[in-house]
């Protein structure tokens, strides 16, 4: 993780936030969910999702986004390794497999990785409403940790 971003830690005294890499298993439902309301809630926020491996964009993720009011753009899943050169204040894993990957990537660098644990909602099995309710649930965690992170981080900064 090198360029395409900021060049000043997320955590060097009375710097502000300003680019934020979320990642999950592959980049299908919550790091485009995190990246999704992070670009609605901080526009000023380079904001950018991968996974640890591609998959394929979950269509209940936008439609479970649009019901919150958030509008995403259309997602195209991407890995870590298509990021390898970019650097971000802040990197959040919101699964372990991906928590583990972004620490080997960011050995020695000058970057905070948090870990958000997060359920992976596609791994409910029930009717329509209940794989909803699991998806939108997720959100409503993922929406709760951004503000609290990044509303912290503006407050830090000021």
């Known amino acids: 993780m090198g360029e395409a971003g900021p060049t000043t830690p997320s955590s060097a005294p009375g710097r502000p936030l300003s680019s934020v890499l979320f990642v999950c298993g592959m980049n299908a ?4 969910m995190a990246e999704a309301v992070t670009r609605a809630l ?17 269509p209940i993720v ?12 259309p997602h195209q899943p991407q890995s870590m390794e298509e990021l390898a ?15 583990h990957i972004a620490l080997d990537l960011t050995g020695g660098q000058a970057v905070d ?10 791994a409910v099995e029930g009717s329509r409403a209940q794989v ?9 965690r993922i929406e709760a940790r951004i503000r609290e992170r990044l509303a912290a981080g503006r407050r830090a900064a000021s």
């Open 113 to 122: 990785v948090e870990y958000w644990p997060m359920p992976d909602p596609s």
């Open 62 to 73: 936008a439609e479970v986004l649009e019901e919150k009011g958030f509008h995403p753009t």
């Open 85 to 99: 050169d970019s650097y971000f204040d802040l990197i959040v894993t919101l699964a372990p497999e991906a928590h």
């Open 132 to 140: 909803l309710d699991a998806y939108r649930d997720v959100l409503r």
């Open 42 to 58: 901080f526009p000023g926020i380079y904001t950018v999702s991968a996974g640890v491996k591609k998959g394929d964009a979950d």
């Open 29 to 32: 439902i919550r790091s485009p």
